[in-house]
């Protein structure tokens, strides 16, 4: 639909679980994006990669981490996640960083346990 | 503090009427402004985006103000529809980052028949 796909769109997971969440997009795009959204919160910005290259991190917990192994595909390496990072993760891309549209992924709904 | 509101949790209006949404933000230079839908589990989509310089942008049935002295943006949906009942978002692109958009939190709207 938009370009962007994200799997698994489900995920439940323990606090010591690993896991890892993946987007790929389809669109040549050179920027990517994770954001996390809580109920009743705004979207939350935690990284963005622009040609594999991460050009901002937004004080996000260790436990989460990125890889960008080239420009179409995006990793979020979860470990020891807590019941508060339950939350819909969402991938966006963009031409580059700073332009005008981003094309979102469907998101993958988190639940820690 | 820096803020981004969206006058409302929920908005419900009658079909065929106009729906106004507003976005006002505090302490921010935005250098564009940007509306997003976004429907239940699913990624925000892009709508429309409006640059500092601009006051009015439209598109079919949307239109988006901004007031850089007031800090405010409207949203417009003219001869609305049950099909427009979703969740829109507000993001404002900063100057001072290329790489960060800021979203509001939300106005769900629903238009009933």
Known sequence: ETGVTQTPRHLVMGMTNKKSLKCEQHLGH???????????????????????????????????????????????HLHTLQPEDSA???????????????????????TVL | SQKIEQNSEALNIQEGKTATLTCNYTNYSPAYLQWYRQDPGRGPVFLLLIRENEKEKRKERLKVTFDTTLKQSLFHITASQPAD?????????????????????????????
């Open chain 1, 30 to 76: 050179n920027a990517m994006y994770w954001y996390k959204q809580s109920a009743k919160k705004p979207l939350e910005l935690m990284f963005v990669y622009s040609l594999e290259e991460r050009v901002e991190n937004n004080s996000v917990p260790s436990r989460f981490s990125p890889e960008c192994p080239n420009s179409s595909h995006l990793f979020l």
């Open chain 1, 88 to 110: 819909l993760y969402l991938c966006a891309s963009s031409q580059d960083v700073g332009d005008n549209e981003q094309f979102f992924g469907p998101g993958t709904r988190l």
């Open chain 2, 85 to 113: 009942s979703a969740t829109y978002l507000c993001a404002l692109a900063l100057y001072s980052s290329a790489s960060k958009i800021i979203f509001g939190s939300g106005t769900r709207l629903s238009i009933r028949p």
